[in-house]
């Protein structure tokens, strides 16, 4: 039997301030990373600097239980069309650990794709940490899929320079136990970040999330929605923090989740939170949760849809969304796998026709 430890604090946030909500991380038991010899591979040094939303110790184990580091350098001034692409496979326990540098004027998109198998019981792990200079573009897009019974734990961390522009797409769309914390740093000037994510959290998952944008640069623009949809017993926890650093003047952000709640035993917690120490700024957030009324369920029965039917039209348009914006087949069919496991061959297969994708996630020429 492997030995494990527990990481007791996973996705912590900004501040302390909700003690006695038990809202403040959550504890992962995960394996002991073996000794495999000398790591040759490393990240350079400046990497070290980047504050990742999943917490400290968390990063640590990560990086001590890939056994290796890949690094990415995109060069100033240039497009990179080819995705990076972290491959993850839950169902065999990968541990990633990644570094990109973006270097100044350049444009990238990174892709985390996980993926599993429904039964196998597995930890798998990412740590990304993305630098952008001045100027750069970077599109990351993550697509958590993993089996049901697969536990993972995702950390981003992104440094964004003068005029840099980050867009960053989250989709949460299975496994046993989910934790995804992501800081992402305005440090430079005219810096802006672009954050959209979407989950699904059904029978017993619990997800786990921790958004956080550190904002010290003047005029920085952060923007941040969120969307979800919990079912049955499914827990979820979502931490969002803007923090408007002194010296950040001119600097806005925004934060809004809205929730759709389709079962009766399901536990919801939500944390908006702006912290600020700067005058002339502004900061805003908001969440909302409700469910399917009565008319809508009504008028759905009339055109011969159940109540079942109607929560998984909801739950496959989020699929439709991944799916649209996973940017190559590796990331696409881990969306359209879990589409199959949560709704169906039959659907998931109409997804894919739906998009003129091939049975092998490629698009249909």
Not at 29 to 56: I, Y
Not at 116 to 145: K, M, N, Q, W
Not at 169 to 195: E, P
Request: one cysteine or more; charged letters at 25%; a negative charge.
């Amino acid at each position: 039997m492997a030995t494990t430890k527990t990481l007791a604090h996973v996705n912590v946030p900004a501040a302390q301030t909700w003690n006695y909500l038990r809202i403040n991380d959550i504890s992962f038991e995960v394996p002991v990373p073996t000794t495999k010899g000398e790591v040759l591979a490393r990240l350079p040094r400046l990497f070290d600097a980047v504050e990742t939303g999943v917490g400290a110790e968390a990063a640590s184990w990560i990086v001590s239980a890939s056994g290796d580091s890949r690094y990415v350098e995109v060069k100033a001034g240039t497009h990179r069309a080819e995705p990076i692409v972290i491959d993850i496979d839950a169902a065999a326990g990968d541990i990633r650990d990644t570094g990109v540098l973006v270097r100044e004027g350049a444009e990238a998109t990174v892709v985390v794709a996980v993926h599993g198998t429904p039964d196998e019981a597995a930890t798998s792990a990412s740590l990304l940490r993305i630098v952008a200079e001045r100027g750069a573009r970077v599109s990351l897009v993550e697509i958590v899929a993993a089996g049901t019974n697969a536990q993972h734990l995702e950390g981003v961390g992104i440094q964004a320079s003068d005029g840099a522009q980050i867009e960053v797409r989250q989709y949460a769309l299975g496994g046993d136990k989910v934790a995804m914390g992501i800081c992402t740093a305005l440090d430079g000037r005219s810096a802006r970040l672009a954050h959209d994510m979407r989950y699904l959290v059904r029978g017993t998952e619990v997800l786990d999330v921790n958004h956080l944008v550190r904002q010290r640069g003047r005029n920085t623009r952060s923007e941040i929605a969120t969307s979800g949809i919990l079912a049955d017993s499914a827990k979820k926890t979502m931490r969002e923090t803007i923090d408007l650093i002194h010296g950040a003047k001119g600097a806005t952000g925004n934060e809004l989740e809205t929730v759709l709640v389709t079962g009766d035993n399901i536990v919801n917690k939500t944390l908006p939170t702006i912290l600020c120490d700067e005058d002339d700024v502004a900061g805003n957030h908001g969440a909302s949760i409700g469910s399917v009324s009565v008319d809508q369920l009504n008028y759905l029965a009339d055109r011969g849809l159940s109540t079942a039917d109607a929560e998984a039209l909801f739950a496959r348009a989020f699929f439709d969304d991944a799916v649209i914006h996973a940017p190559e087949n590796v990331s696409r069919n881990a969306a359209l796998a879990r589409a199959e496991q949560v709704l169906g061959s039959e659907i998931a297969r109409d997804v894919a026709e739906g998009l003129g994708l091939t049975e092998e996630g490629e698009v249909d020429a």
